[in-house]
């Protein structure tokens, strides 16, 4: 047990305020790496050249064709902003599949909004969910259970 001297308070806060921005950093990372990696599985529903009917179907992820949309996926590196530590999740932007059509992150959000034929066809939003209720309380418990400074 640490002697109560002036300053102790003042810099044993500090060292939790640090440790507990390095865990909230490390959580956020973890999280959008597997929201990532999720979405990828889920904007693969079965493949098919195009031009020829899909193989997916409605209420679950695209089918691919070149592979672009899937690839597009990714998300922004893990920043402090005002409010705390942010990341975005989704398709990237500059990415065009190799038959000239829309970008992959237009045809994203054409895809993840229902614009498509009017059909939803999610991949975004399932692992957004799936990242949030199954991945978020084991990330929680492994990376803030163990080793904050002791008073």
Not at 20 to 49: D, Y
Not at 99 to 107: F, L, Q, V
Request: positive net charge; without cysteine.
């Amino acid at each position: 047990m640490r002697e109560l001297r002036p300053g102790l308070f003042t810099s044993l806060f500090a060292e939790i305020s640090a440790d507990g921005q390095l865990k909230s950093r490390t959580f956020l990372t973890q999280l959008a790496n597997a929201i990532e990696r999720q979405a990828k599985i889920n904007a693969s529903s079965g493949s098919h050249k195009r031009g020829t009917p899909t193989p997916a179907s409605p209420g679950t992820g695209p089918a691919v064709i070149s592979g672009t949309l899937r690839r597009s996926i990714t998300h922004s590196p893990v920043a402090l902003t005002g409010t705390g530590w942010e990341t975005k999740v989704g398709t990237g932007a500059g990415i065009s599949p190799p038959y000239g059509r829309t970008p992959a992150s237009r045809y994203g959000l054409a895809l993840e909004t229902g614009l498509r034929n009017g059909v939803t066809y999610p991949f975004l939003k399932p692992a957004y969910r799936f990242g949030i209720t199954t991945v978020a309380p084991q990330l929680y418990a492994s990376i803030y259970r163990a080793g904050w400074p002791r008073i």
